[in-house]
Every structure is written in structure tokens, then in C-alpha cells.
């Protein structure tokens, strides 16, 4: 068999056959028909390629096999009517582990009444001065709280800390040399009127527990976590506060905190208290190269209790956080479409919006020939 007779078999399976140039015919609804069909392909292309490009998070579920591990919560609060001196930080968790009064990575910025802040450099080098004049190497007294841990109290936090692992309020600073000499009482009354911002970030047991903001310094007496509050009396305490970020471990694309920007204004008539019960679902979230960063989101309800202390009511005005676990963690990550799932999907939109286009210019094509022949043949009126 010699080529060309190979040749003319093979073109018996040309599904593509051809007609010359001189019966082509090329019609103004054709070019119309034509562009629109090369728009919509356009779009569908550029709607497609982004498509390709983004990324898409799948989530799973899973149970939570983690064990004695940590969990950092950032907290941001606004509190535009508490100093700052009145207010103090206390973590406690279901497994009996307390942080009173934390300070450590917890900052506060002192407010003026119109939200400004508060230039408090001038004390803090008065009371670094203070502390450069003092014998580094004195013991001075803790007031009848020495222990074994701790004989020496040499600031007023030192021996308030002391009283606090004996269980005892210091209701009282007048007579505490320490605490004169750095104007603890002194810098508590010229606070008053102030607003505070509280903001920072603390370690807790991966369990469920609670912290909290209050007035008063806390302590632990028989077994009952005590606030302080005798020293100011019977005042109501105005707990008007801003939550402008919370969060239970970092950050990933497309995190809802329900609790940002949140805000309460307290304009009862005695103090309040409000509490968050909070949901914790631990996440996972793994990126498109791999990385995986272990964190959590959650939900929330809230309460809001007034107290008038004047009627009798008793209970801890503040601002109250508590929250739990979920047994199921969240595994969201990240996916992108192959080349070739995204080659099919653009093969297909050339192919069905041609192939279209053929079908709807044809029908006009021929849909106006027959016009054209009975205009021509007198039988249209």
C-alpha cells in the first residue's frame, strides 16, 4: 500500500472537514455573535485563572488528643472610668493553679477623662531615683508576713505579695515604710477620675478556668479567692469598658473574634458585674508551604449583673471571663486546584461558549436567508 493511498484512508477520520474560502460566507450577526463570544470567554478566563490562584481552606474535625499543654490569651481592654491603680488581673483554672495580680507581660496606660494619655514618665524616674539611693543589699520588714520563701520585703509590692500567700488583706498602708516611701496611697488618690488601658498577654493551662479585672487587691484566705474592697468604702465602680482585641492564641486568615471592638457602658445606679462565657475550639491551620500554627477561636454569650451595694446586694463588681475547652479540634488547610483541573476548566469554557456562539449564529444566519427568500418571493404582508 503506498502512502498516498495510506493517506486518503486516514482522511475518511477527519472530524474537522473543511470548506473552501470562496463559500465562506461572512455576515455582520456573525462578527457580533463572534465578539460577545470572545468577551464572555475573556471573563470566563480571568474569573477562572483567579480561581486557580486563590486558595481554598478545607476544615476537618477531629478529637483532641493534646495533653499539658499551654495556652496564651492577648487580651486589649479599655476601662474609661477605672484608674489603673484600682484595677488588677487574677487567672484561675480547674485545676487549682492561680496567677493573682499579674503584671508580669500584663501593661498598663494610664487615661485622662478625654481618652488622652497619661504622661507618668516624671514618677517613674522619681521612683527610680528613690529605688538608686537605697542600699541594694537591705532587708527591710515584711510586716509580720516573713516565710521562708520570702524574709525580706524591700517594696511595697513585695509585701503585699507577702501578705497574700498568708491569706491576710492589707487594708491599711499608713505605718508601711515602703509603701510611704513610694506613695502607694498617695498615687491610688491621684488616680481617682482616670481611665486605664489594660493590654499585654498571659499563660494559662490549656483547661478550663477564668480570669477576671476587678478593684481591690485579691488574696487567698481558706480556700476563698478575696478582693479587697474596704478601702474604698461603700463606692460604686463604674466597669464602662471597651474589649478592643481578645484572642485565644495568634492569628490566621480569615479569624472572627466575636469579642473585638466589643463594648458595655455601665450607666446603672450601683456597680456591675459582667461576665463572658466563652467556647474555646483549638484549630489548626496549615498553610499552602506546610508550616502549621496551633491555635483556637471561639464563641461567646454574656450576662450583665448589677449590684447596689447600698441595698444590701452583695458580689465582685468587674469585668469576668470564663472559659472552656472543646473536646474536638478544628483543622482548617489551605489547597490550591492542580494545573491540570484548571487546563480542563478552560478547555471546556473555549470549547462550550464556540460551540454555543456556532449554534445561536447559525440559527439567525438561517432564520434570515429564510426571511430574505419569502420577502423576495412577495409572501410576507
Given amino acids: 500500500m503506498s502512502s498516498t493511498d495510506l493517506f486518503s484512508k486516514l482522511r475518511k477520520f477527519d472530524a474537522y472537514p473543511k470548506t473552501l474560502e470562496d463559500f465562506r460566507i461572512k455576515t455582520f450577526t456573525g462578527a457580533a455573535v463572534s465578539i460577545t463570544a470572545g468577551a464572555i470567554i475573556t471573563f470566563l478566563f480571568i474569573s477562572e485563572l483567579n480561581y486557580f490562584i486563590s486558595t481554598e481552606v478545607q476544615p476537618e474535625l477531629f478529637v483532641d488528643t493534646s495533653r499539658n499543654e499551654k495556652m496564651r490569651i492577648n487580651v486589649d481592654i479599655v476601662f474609661p472610668e477605672m484608674p489603673c491603680a484600682w484595677i488588677h488581673l487574677d487567672v484561675m483554672d480547674v485545676s487549682g493553679e492561680q496567677q493573682l495580680d499579674v503584671e508580669h507581660n500584663i501593661y498598663k496606660k494610664r487615661l485622662n477623662e478625654d481618652g488622652s494619655e497619661v504622661d507618668d514618665s516624671h514618677e517613674q524616674a522619681k521612683l527610680g531615683q528613690i529605688e538608686h539611693d537605697l542600699d541594694p543589699d ?83 484566705q481558706h480556700s476563698v479567692h478575696i478582693h479587697d474592697l474596704q478601702s474604698f468604702g461603700r463606692r460604686s465602680f463604674n466597669m464602662t469598658h471597651t474589649i478592643r482585641r481578645l484572642t485565644f492564641g495568634h492569628e490566621y486568615p480569615g479569624l472572627v473574634n466575636p469579642l473585638d471592638d466589643h463594648t458595655q457602658v455601665s450607666n446603672d445606679e450601683g ?104 420577502n423576495e418571493l412577495g409572501k410576507l404582508g
Fill in 138 to 220: 537591705r532587708c527591710e520588714s515584711c510586716y509580720g508576713a516573713e516565710s521562708s520563701e520570702k524574709k525580706c520585703c524591700n517594696t511595697c509590692k513585695d509585701v503585699r505579695e507577702a501578705y497574700q500567700k498568708k491569706g491576710w488583706a492589707l487594708t491599711d498602708t499608713n505605718g508601711i515604710v515602703q509603701c510611704e516611701r513610694e506613695g502607694w496611697k498617695d498615687k491610688a488618690q491621684e488616680q481617682e477620675g482616670e481611665g486605664c488601658t489594660l493590654y499585654g498577654f498571659i499563660e494559662v493551662n490549656k483547661v478550663s478556668g477564668n480570669f477576671h479585672l476587678a478593684p481591690g487587691k485579691s488574696f487567698q
Fill in 271 to 374: 456597680s456591675a458585674m459582667y461576665q463572658y462565657f466563652i467556647k474555646v475550639v483549638p484549630t489548626k491551620y496549615t498553610k499552602l508551604s506546610g508550616m502549621e500554627l496551633k491555635t483556637n477561636q471561639y464563641s461567646v454569650t454574656s450576662h450583665k449583673r448589677v449590684m447596689n451595694h447600698a441595698l444590701g446586694e452583695s458580689g465582685l463588681p468587674g469585668v469576668f471571663f470564663m472559659f472552656e475547652l472543646s473536646p474536638i479540634v478544628v483543622q482548617l488547610t489551605e489547597t490550591r486546584r492542580s494545573l491540570a483541573h484548571f487546563l480542563t476548566s478552560l478547555c471546556a469554557i473555549i470549547g462550550g461558549v464556540f460551540t454555543v456562539a456556532g449554534m445561536i449564529d447559525s440559527v439567525i444566519f438561517h432564520s434570515l436567508r429564510s426571511w430574505q427568500k419569502k
